[in-house]
Each structure stands twice: as C-alpha cells, then as structure tokens.
C-alpha cells in the first residue's frame, strides 16, 4: 500500500494491488522518467543557488525555514609539492604526519595526516605556509541545504 495526494489530503490506495501487470509496468517507467526529470532540475536549482552564493562570496543564506549553506569541504593537498616542507621542520616532526608508501593486500600510496600536519604553517612560519599555499587543490564546496528543527527560525 502506497499513499497518494487527493484533495482530502494523503490519502492510502490499494491501486497497485489492483492494476493490471501493464498498468504496474506502465507506473514503473512513469516514476522513473519523473525521478530523473526532478533530478536534473534539482541539479540545476543547485548550481545556480551555488553559482549566486559564490558569486557574493557568501557561505551561508539566511531562510526561516532551511539551512542552506557551502560546505568547501576538507583541504586537499599536492603531496609531491608538500615533500619541500620535509626539508625545512625535523624529521620527528615529518614523521607524524608521514605514511610512506606501504604494500598491504594492495599497494598504499604514501600520505600525510593533514590533521597532523595542518599547524605547520604558523609553526614553522611563512615558507612552509608557502609551500601549503603551493600544494592546496582546487576543489568544489557542496552545497547543504536541509531542513531546520522546528523552532530554529533565522538566527
């Protein structure tokens, strides 16, 4: 059983357990078209909302009932580029934050822990922040938009 909108509001249907095998079929490929036809507008809605929030470089857009906002997401970093930061701090250091490559059942590309590594800039000063500013990937924020608790209001 399924529910469905009339005009005393949902409403439960046994429709499905009466229809035809074409009539099922026929729904099936309906709801499938529909699904990706408010897909794509939904795609397009969101570029467009995300389009207009960066262009005013805002992170955030006040609504009473949603939350929307720009996740730029976590800082990925060009590992080639950040080996010059090896040469400037102490091993011990580098050695927090660096995995070097490792075979387990597959082969594990080396890495740092960015957690770790992410106060290097004001530590060690402007020319590891250099070398970060060097190694930072472009990257696209994700747009968050969800429904607010009831009683959230604008802030």
């Known amino acids: 059983m399924t529910t469905v909108n009339s005009s005393e509001g949902w409403v439960r249907s046994d429709w499905y357990t009466t229809a035809t095998d074409a009539e099922l ?3 099936i490929v309906i ?18 909302l995300t389009n207009r929030l960066q262009s005013r470089n805002a992170l955030e857009l006040l609504h009473p009932t949603l939350e929307i906002k720009l996740d730029p997401g976590t800082p990925k970093y060009f590992l080639p580029t950040m080996y010059k930061v090896k040469e400037i701090i102490s091993p011990e250091e580098w050695a927090k934050a660096f995995t070097p490559e490792h075979e387990e059942t ?3 590309e080396a890495k740092l822990d960015m957690k770790k590594a992410r106060h290097w800039p004001k530590r060690f000063g402007k020319d590891v922040a250099a070398i970060f500013e060097e190694a930072l ?8 938009v969800k429904a607010k608790e009831p009683g959230e209001g604008l802030r």
């Open 25 to 27: 079929a026929d729904a």
């Open 31 to 48: 709801t499938k078209r529909s699904i990706a036809f408010f897909q794509a507008d939904q795609g397009r809605a969101e570029q467009e």
């Open 106 to 108: 597959v082969l594990v």
């Open 137 to 144: 990937l472009p990257s696209v924020p994700r747009l968050v």
